[in-house]
């Protein structure tokens, strides 16, 4: 975050703090609660197990025996079996359907849109909106962000005055997301009448009518379809439309749900001098994301993921957490959006909260063992205990962190204790494309893949953090061993990456 003291502009690092030193409890018995509210189909695993066992060892003369018995007992016989029907059509109605990812595509903007470090400072200078301190700081700012020479931005920015219109920011609603779309239904085969459910994420461009209703008339979608536009949410909006998409796929069988993430950046670029508003016209890029999703046993087999667990969290209880990302004018009128200084130590009590509800459902038994006799013994003995840090390396194999910046990489690889090959997708990813707001996490997935490594059973962890302020958490299991899906947005150029970043 930034300073400013006497005229001069000071740049301060902040760290997120280290959360797995501190736990609170209600989170750690949140996640337990998950882990209980499924014991009892659990438990009937070994039962269903030793029954099968029992019934196995029954010889042809048994079963005669026993028919003989019954014929004999015959309100017992029908009492049995309306138990064994009743019984089964309770778990048949109850229990979850699996969700599965068929397959999504990233957004490729034209190489027309492309922005350097000198293009974006020089067309900052001839915009004349900022003044000499404001394209000091934005310079600084892009040097040590992380992003590459490669990242996007929309065409009315490119243009010399700029022209954020309704009409500019429709069309780059458009293209972004019928981009996406178009390449999904080209890959998937399958007809955009047949999807039940839509949810589109996008946080600062909510026009009349909605994101929602222009794909819905773009691609003339049945007329009884279920469709809902997520707006204001940030960053992690995206894993909230997952978690949305997922709820409605319980609900309604057999049916196809598509879920689009984006961000709309024509609108809501800053020009005006406050620091703190100027951060997001650095780290901010064009991108979006498109995910087709079904309920259907038969997807199965052509799928690549299948959905495990979302874990949402919220703090938005707390003043300073719903302030710390918050969309407003400046002195001037000017409107953009406002980063506060205790924005790192914000995400870090969200991703406390988010990781500590998520380890039970996650981790192996004996991380968590050691975790919790740990955090017990705090608790009851002696408070300057050390909690034992989950190896959560142990529950995953890919790490899916939103490239919201480079300081907030670099701080989780840190606190997860995570390798550089762990947070190589994120750190490439913002290199490439910048933040692209809750979309990131799905140009991540795509740079794993592109490097084939992907395995079935692999499991992966998506996530984001955003305004509000949330933490949202996604977990995805592969089914085979997946390869990058066609027209992904690495395939010209991921033999160049991973590149060597300056520090």
Same mark, same amino acid.
């Given at each position: 975050?930034?300073?400013?003291?006497?005229?001069?502009?000071?740049?301060?690092?902040?760290?997120?703090?280290?959360?797995?030193?501190?736990?609170?409890?209600?989170?750690?018995?949140?996640?337990?609660?998950?882990?209980?509210?499924?014991?009892?189909?659990?438990?009937?695993?070994?039962?269903?197990?030793?029954?099968?066992?029992?019934?196995?060892?029954?010889?042809?003369?048994?079963?005669?025996?026993? !028919?003989?018995?019954?014929?004999?007992?015959?309100?017992?016989?029908?009492?049995?079996?309306?138990?064994?029907?009743?019984?089964?059509?309770?778990?048949?109605?109850?229990?979850?359907?699996?969700?599965?990812?068929?397959?999504?595509?990233?957004?490729?903007?034209?190489?027309?849109?492309?922005?350097?470090?000198?293009?974006?400072?020089?067309?900052?200078?001839?915009?004349?909106?900022? *003044?000499?301190?404001?394209?000091?700081?934005?310079?600084?700012?892009?040097?040590?962000?992380?992003?590459?020479?490669?990242?996007?931005?929309?065409?009315?920015?490119?243009?010399?005055?700029?022209?954020?219109?309704?009409?500019?920011?429709?069309?780059?609603?458009?293209?972004?997301?019928?981009?996406?779309?178009?390449?999904?239904?080209?890959?998937?085969?399958?007809?955009?009448?047949?999807?039940?459910?839509?949810?589109?994420?996008?946080?600062?461009? *909510?026009?009349?009518?909605?994101?929602?209703?222009?794909?819905? *008339?773009?691609?003339?979608?049945?007329? *009884?379809?279920?469709?809902?536009?997520?707006?204001?949410?940030?960053?992690?909006?995206?894993?909230?439309?997952?978690?949305?998409?997922?709820?409605?796929?319980?609900?309604?069988?057999?049916?196809?749900?598509?879920?689009?993430?984006?961000?709309?950046?024509?609108?809501? !670029?800053?020009?005006?001098?406050?620091?703190?508003?100027?951060?997001?016209?650095?780290?901010?890029?064009?991108?979006?994301?498109?995910?087709?999703?079904?309920?259907?046993?038969?997807?199965?087999?052509?799928?690549?993921?299948?959905?495990?667990?979302?874990?949402?969290?919220?703090?938005?209880?707390?003043?300073?957490?719903?302030?710390?990302?918050?969309?407003?004018?400046?002195?001037?009128?000017?409107?953009?959006?406002?980063?506060?200084?205790?924005?790192?130590?914000?995400?870090?009590?969200?991703?406390?909260?988010?990781?500590?509800?998520?380890?039970?459902?996650?981790?192996?038994?004996?991380?968590?063992?050691?975790?919790?006799?740990?955090?017990?013994?705090?608790?009851?003995?002696?408070?300057?205990?050390?909690?034992?840090?989950?190896?959560?390396?142990?529950?995953?194999?890919?790490?899916?962190?939103?490239?919201?910046?480079?300081?907030?990489?670099?701080?989780?690889?840190?606190?997860?204790?995570?390798?550089?090959?762990?947070?190589?997708?994120?750190?490439?990813?913002?290199?490439?494309?910048?933040?692209?707001?809750?979309?990131?996490?799905?140009?991540?997935?795509?740079?794993?893949?592109?490097?084939?490594?992907?395995?079935?059973?692999?499991?992966?962890?998506?996530?984001?953090?955003?305004?509000?302020?949330?933490?949202?958490?996604?977990?995805?299991?592969?089914?085979?061993?997946?390869?990058?899906?066609?027209?992904?947005?690495?395939?010209?150029?991921?033999?160049?990456?991973?590149?060597?970043?300056?520090?």
């Amino acid at each position: 975050m930034e300073a400013v003291n006497g005229g001069s502009v000071q740049i301060q690092t902040r760290k997120l703090p280290n959360f797995l030193q501190s736990v609170n409890m209600k989170y750690v018995k949140l996640g337990y609660h998950y882990l209980i509210t499924h014991l009892f189909k659990l438990c009937l695993v070994p039962l269903m197990a030793v029954l099968c066992t029992e019934i196995s060892r029954l010889t042809p003369q048994d079963l005669y025996q026993l !028919w003989l018995h019954l014929q004999y007992n015959l309100v017992a016989f029908i009492f049995l079996s309306a138990l064994g029907v009743i019984g089964s059509t309770v778990f048949i109605m109850t229990r979850p359907r699996s969700v599965y990812l068929v397959d999504y595509s990233c957004y490729l903007p034209p190489a027309s849109l492309q922005v350097k470090y000198q293009k974006f400072m020089d067309h900052s200078k001839l915009i004349e909106d900022f *003044n000499e301190s404001s394209l000091e700081f934005q310079r600084k700012i892009l040097e040590r962000s992380g992003l590459g020479e490669e990242t996007y931005l929309p065409e009315a920015l490119h243009c010399i005055p700029p022209s954020p219109t309704m009409v500019a920011a429709r069309e780059e609603a458009e293209q972004v997301m019928f981009g996406a779309l178009d390449k999904l239904f080209e890959n998937t085969e399958i007809n955009p009448r047949d999807i039940g459910v839509l949810v589109v994420n996008c946080s600062l461009f *909510n026009p009349t009518p909605s994101l929602s209703a222009m794909i819905v *008339n773009k691609y003339k979608l049945r007329g *009884n379809i279920k469709s809902f536009n997520l707006g204001g949410m940030g960053c992690s909006a995206g894993v909230i439309a997952i978690d949305l998409a997922k709820d409605m796929l319980q609900v309604h069988r057999s049916t196809y749900g598509v879920v689009v993430s984006t961000e709309n950046i024509t609108q809501n !670029w800053y020009f005006g001098n406050k620091k703190a508003m100027l951060i997001p016209n650095c780290l901010f890029r064009v991108g979006g994301s498109a995910i087709l999703l079904s309920n259907k046993g038969k997807d199965r087999r052509r799928s690549k993921y299948k959905l495990v667990h979302t874990v949402r969290t919220h703090k938005g209880a707390d003043e300073k957490a719903f302030n710390c990302v918050y969309q407003e004018q400046d002195e001037n009128g000017k409107t953009g959006v406002s980063l506060s200084k205790d924005l790192m130590a914000i995400a870090g009590e969200a991703l406390k909260a988010n990781i500590t509800t998520l380890g039970p459902l996650v981790l192996p038994i004996s991380e968590q063992i050691l975790f919790f006799a740990t955090l017990v013994a705090k608790k009851l003995f002696n408070s300057k205990l050390k909690p034992y840090i989950p190896d959560f390396k142990l529950a995953f194999d890919h790490f899916c962190i939103h490239a919201g910046g480079r300081a907030v990489i670099d701080e989780l690889e840190k606190n997860l204790q995570l390798s550089e090959r762990h947070v190589e997708a994120s750190r490439m990813t913002l290199h490439r494309f910048g933040n692209t707001s809750s979309s990131s996490i799905w140009y991540e997935l795509a740079y794993i893949e592109a490097k084939g490594r992907m395995k079935k059973g692999n499991r992966v962890w998506q996530i984001a953090f955003g305004s509000g302020f949330k933490c949202n958490s996604a977990v995805w299991v592969a089914l085979h061993n997946v390869k990058p899906s066609v027209s992904s947005p690495w395939e010209h150029c991921i033999d160049r990456y991973p590149v060597k970043l300056e520090l």
